[in-house]
């Protein structure tokens, strides 16, 4: 018996061995598929911006898609709610580019952070607008809620888009659709335009 037992523990020495051999070969592999994906991910995001520096020769007019800057304030919000207040063109209109001008460096301020974290209905966490932010508060009960929208919608745009650099960024965007374009979107657009002739 003893012989019996001792071909058993060798048979699962070999055994230990071949599986040991098996698992340092699928890190092997998934090392080289992370590289590859790694890759592939960086050519994308390089033909990305490519594609969007490119883009902004184009006129959006003319094409459902565009670039649009996430995360930069809508100026129209602005601008009539200091109609409405002030009631002189030139006034209002100066009112309301500063009054712009300094909600979008308070968006970029890194400092100011008027989000809170909540656990959604699966228990994932999630960031919202902090609506008791002292800030907010202010310019709701001040400028009235387009401008409190406008300043929310674009606080979420950056956090989405650019968290860490909290500046505005440029997106693909579907106009028509009202919402990110996809690379394929913007290629097929290209190849209509290169068959068009001139």
Known sequence: ???????????????????????????????????????????????????????????????????????????????????????????????????????QSRLTNPSWHPFKVVQNGSGEAKEIINEDDEQLKKLKRKYGSEVYVSVCQALKEVNEHNPSGRYPVGVLWDYKENKRATLKEAIDIILKMKMVPS
């Open 1 to 103: 018996m003893e012989v019996n037992s001792s071909d058993e523990v060798n048979a699962l020495v070999n055994r230990l061995k071949e599986k040991d051999e098996e698992l340092e070969h699928l890190k092997n592999l998934n090392q080289i598929l992370l590289m590859k994906e790694r890759t592939s991910n960086d050519e994308l995001v390089e033909a990305h911006k490519i594609l969007i520096n490119g883009w902004k020769a184009f006129s959006d007019k003319i094409y459902a898609v565009g670039i649009k800057r996430m995360g930069e304030l809508d100026p129209k919000p602005f601008k009539d709610a200091c109609y409405k207040k002030y009631q002189i063109t030139a006034v209002a209109e100066e009112k309301a580019l500063r009054l712009c001008s300094l909600w």
